[in-house]
């Protein structure tokens, strides 16, 4: 069985920072992407790489803020989330999957899931 356990979510303040990690269970992962749902919304794309290329893609809404990056040995990818703001206030979740082309927020391409990490950033 896959697991994906993600942590490091918490209540910060505007313009604070986070380190989210996904730690997965077994190898063999292409690609790993970070998604968040606020609530009365549709869970969107944030961060996603490629692992055997290290090609990443950002969201507008987080480019220049937040970075998507793998430990090899720890089997875990992280995002580093800097100069939070209320609206990146959600659940973040991490997805893996073998497929190795197309959109890295293309959600269907994903087989597992974590269970999510709440970040909340007030005001």
């Known amino acids: 069985q896959v697991q994906l356990v993600e942590s490091g979510g918490g209540s910060v303040q505007a313009g604070g920072s986070l380190r989210l990690s996904c730690a997965a269970s077994?190898?063999?992962?292409?690609?790993v992407a970070w998604f968040r749902q606020a609530p009365g919304k549709e869970r969107e794309g944030v961060a996603g790489i490629y692992t055997g290329t290290s090609r990443t893609n950002y969201a507008d809404s987080v480019e220049g803020r937040f970075t998507i990056s793998r430990d090899r040995v720890k089997n875990t990818v992280y995002l580093q989330m800097n100069s939070l703001q209320p609206e990146d206030t959600a659940m973040y979740y991490c997805a893996a999957a073998s497929r190795v082309d197309g959109d890295l927020f293309y959600q269907e391409a994903y087989n597992y899931w974590g269970q999510g990490t709440q970040v909340t950033v007030s005001s």
């Open positions: 077994s190898y063999g992962f292409n690609r």
